[in-house]
């Protein structure tokens, strides 16, 4: 068989058992003229040369790897723009071609880390964004019929093991307009994380005008993330949106855009939960230099005025103060419709375990199977 042309939407990839490759429309958007798969007879360097707008060489090993998937972002393609994202056997083997890759899965009475969910920094502990879903997670089932979530801030004041750990919870207050609740991350007795969730009920607003500030908030083209989960794309200065971690590795100010794989497996992941995960990614926007990132977060705060709608979400760096080791970050937190809050960082120097994402595949931040 051979697809000649292949027009937005779709979605191309190689069934495990079945070479010929296979058509999955509305998965992902392909922003190309024409897609052209070479017929089941072709030989691998063929199939691997049939696919055009690879910026990046990738080998035809990769791509018939049982359960791969590739898929091209519409997002336009620089040199040093690696637009095909795999996303493997970790979502394939035993699950089904459209079985998507999530920070953590149910085994029991317990939540396993997936290699998402593990820290760049150290690969036997988890990361501040899979920590920050999980406290989310917690509180919200907490969160009173009418409320909305506020205010999240989380302490990161010891490393969480990529082992067993229980989460407790407590409502601290809950009136007729707030309500206000604590949860914790247990682990060995110990309590190494806490957090704290505001929810308050919704109203008019007061009358009279107030200031805001004009925002610019950058969004890349429509479709060129999945809705179940995509890598991130990143965008530095005036320069365009690109995944290509390397190629942002700059002084610019950063922009990020998410759409996010489910916190556990079988759940629909929430708009809290992609907040308070992003919350945890101001770190990356805010200090991810010349040189790479050299801080790690001591704590998180996300303050929304809203839930965020859809599943596209934007993270854009608005300030670094740093003095002595100790550098507080900003950023606005939004999506396709506009603002929805501002998320603190406080980070500490960790300039001996600092991460160089030029030498840092995107691959690995993403997560590939355990």
């Known amino acids: 068989m051979r697809v000649k042309e292949l027009r937005v939407p779709g979605f191309l990839h190689r069934r495990g058992d079945n070479k010929q490759p296979h058509i999955e429309p509305e998965s992902l958007v392909v922003h190309a ?4 798969c070479a017929s ?14 690879v910026s990046h060489p990738i080998s035809a ?9 590739v898929s091209v972002c519409p997002v336009p393609c620089q040199p040093s723009c690696n637009v095909f994202h795999f996303w493997g056997a970790s979502r394939g083997f035993g699950r089904g071609i459209n079985a998507m890759m999530s920070f953590f899965v149910r085994q029991g009475d317990q939540l396993i880390a997936e290699k998402l969910a593990l820290s760049p920094w150290a690969p036997d502990k988890l990361s501040g964004t899979g920590v920050c879903g999980l406290l989310a997670r917690e509180l ?26 229980d989460m407790r919870s407590r409502v601290v207050r809950r009136g007729s307009r707030i309500a206000v609740i604590d949860a914790t991350l247990v682990q060995e007795g110990q309590e ?4 704290s969730a505001v929810f308050l009920t919704t109203g008019d607003e007061p009358p009279g005008q107030v200031w805001s500030r004009a925002e610019d908030l950058p969004t890349p083209p429509e479709g060129c993330v999945s809705p179940e989960g995509s890598p991130p794309l990143f965008k530095s200065g005036e320069h365009d949106w690109t ?5 942002n590795q700059n002084g610019e100010r950063k922009v990020s855009w998410h759409s996010l794989p489910p916190l556990v497996a079988g759940e629909p992941i929430t708009p809290f939960q992609r907040a308070a995960i992003l919350g945890d990614a101001t770190n990356h926007v805010c200090h991810w230099g010349s040189e790479g990132a050299g ?17 596209g979400l934007g993270l854009r760096a608005d300030n670094t103060i740093a003095a002595d080791g100790i550098s507080i970050g900003s950023a606005t937190l939004y999506d396709r419709t506009g603002p929805v809050g501002t998320c603190v960082v406080t980070t500490l120097s960790n300039a001996r375990r600092q991460i160089d994402f030029t030498t840092t595949t995107a691959a690995a931040l993403v997560g590939e199977p355990r």
Request: proline residues 6%; hydrophobic residues 45%; glycine residues 6%.
């Open 33 to 36: 003229t024409s897609v052209s």
């Open 40 to 53: 089941s007879g072709a030989d691998d360097m063929q199939f691997a040369q049939s696919v055009s707008m």
């Open 61 to 69: 090993a990769a791509i018939r790897t049982p359960a791969a998937s």
């Open 140 to 165: 919200e089932g907490h969160c009173p019929d009418g409320f909305v979530p506020a205010r999240l801030t989380v302490d990161l004041y010891q490393p969480v093991a990529d082992a067993a750990f």
């Open 192 to 195: 190494r994380v806490r957090a």
């Open 243 to 247: 995944s290509d971690f390397g190629a």
């Open 295 to 311: 801080y790690i977060n001591t704590d998180v705060t996300v303050a929304l005025s809203r839930l965020p709608i859809g599943h």
